[in-house]
């Protein structure tokens, strides 16, 4: 049995939550009834694509994740993602063109510290640009890449968006690290 669109639909909506969804809520963002979305769960489910951790959410898993494109984490991929790169390679914070900050990350981890503490205006600069996600893919992990497009998307702004990102590269990092 091949994966329909919607099915496809449903994965990717998982995907960019980042956490899980409600039953009801899936349905309004697909554009599909309740049943419909249900059927199509079910079938998801059974696949081994989607995971239910309390009644009525729903989550991608990581077989899901391999459905969408994402490639598999494992601890060698992991060391990958975090190893400390030349400055040359490193994340070089501007706060607009040509208005270098003189601040660097040249790991995964050294990122999300900077994050913490680097002007606003710089978070700001570089999520319009997509600068954050072109990095994230060339370090290697474009699942995170994809989950800071969400943020982007979401449009938000000064402190709540360095709070955003903040969270989600930490918890990546933690992630990365417990593999």
Known sequence: MSMSQAKKKILKLLLDAGEPLKLQDIAK????TVSSSTMHLLWLGKAGYVSTPKKS???ITESGKRVV???KIDKKQALFIMRELPVEKAFH?????DQYMGVYANSLTDFCEKIRQINLKSIEFHMLRRDFESWLRGLGDPELAENIGVIRG???AGEQLRKRVY???KSRC???ASI
């Open 29 to 32: 963002e697909i554009g599909l």
């Open 57 to 59: 959410y729903y989550a």
């Open 69 to 71: 494109g994402l490639p």
């Open 93 to 97: 914070f501007y706060t607009g063109i």
């Open 154 to 156: 979401v449009e938000l």
């Open 167 to 169: 969270e989600t590269m």
């Open 174 to 176: 933690d992630e990365l």
